[in-house]
């Protein structure tokens, strides 16, 4: 099942925060986050494990709330190349079999 | 070259053929993942491999055959193409549960 990720689109000016957001019915065990940019493979930002952990990557960090099975990645003072569209990808408990459900994606771009 | 290729990056069939997507890792990665990208509809999980003879369904596996007989190769095929299977194709690897996915550059197929 689908994690469902929110907004589905942001649009921000270049130095504004971003938050998306990536939320599961099922209890999570990983959360993963990529960027993919226009005609391009996704690329790997960070995994969560866990244990509410909270990671960071230059200015792009993220939170894990397993208690509440939901994940959030925060972008600060957004650059423009961070433009792209923002997919979290889950594996659950109930599926410990190592695959990994995405999102739809968030649309993310950065005005100059 | 090291990673993951996929081949052919561009390829237009016709209805009812069968067609085969290969893709190729030069890691030794135990797990591989073909996902198929629709506007809309994010990255979606077709078929998985745990290992060499190991594979599994993912959330959308109806009219596509995988086979791994060695742990480098992971093929798609489509064994009768229809027009809703026209899509972007990546296919991805990781060397351990839960790990970081590295993509293929994509394999986009047109199914007229």
């Known amino acids: 099942q689908q994690p469902v990720q929110s907004p589905q689109a942001v649009i921000l000016r270049e130095g504004e925060d971003a938050v998306i957001n990536c939320s599961s019915s099922?209890?999570?065990?990983?959360v993963h986050w990529y960027r993919q940019k226009h005609g391009e493979a996704p690329v790997f930002l960070m995994i969560?494990?866990?244990?509410?952990e909270q990671k960071g990557h230059e200015k792009i960090s993220a939170s894990f709330n397993e208690k509440k099975q939901q994940s959030s990645l925060y972008l600060t003072a957004s650059q423009l190349s961070y433009s792209g569209t923002y997919f979290c990808?889950?594996?659950?408990?109930?599926?410990?079999?190592?695959?990994?459900?995405f999102g739809k994606g968030t649309r993310l771009h950065i005005l100059p | 070259d090291a990673g993951i290729t996929q081949s052919p990056r561009y390829k237009i069939t016709e209805t009812g053929r069968q067609v085969t997507l290969m893709c190729h890792q030069t890691?030794?990665?135990?797990?591989m993942f073909w996902y198929r990208q629709d506007l809309g509809h994010g990255l979606r999980l077709i078929y998985y491999?745990?290992?060499?003879?190991?594979?599994d369904k993912g959330e959308v596996p109806d009219g596509y055959v995988v086979s791994r007989s060695k742990t480098e190769n992971f093929p798609l095929t489509l064994e009768s193409a229809t027009r809703s299977q026209t899509s972007v194709y990546f296919c991805?690897?990781?060397?351990?549960?839960?790990?970081?996915?590295?993509f293929g550059e994509g394999s986009r197929l047109t199914v007229l």
């Open positions: 990808g889950t594996e659950t408990f109930m599926n410990r079999d190592d695959k990994i459900i």
């Open positions: 099922k209890a999570l065990y990983s």
């Open positions: 969560l494990l866990k244990g509410g």
């Open positions: 890691w030794s990665h135990s797990y």
């Open positions: 491999s745990a290992a060499a003879d190991i594979t």
């Open positions: 991805a690897s990781n060397s351990y549960p839960a790990g970081e996915l590295f």
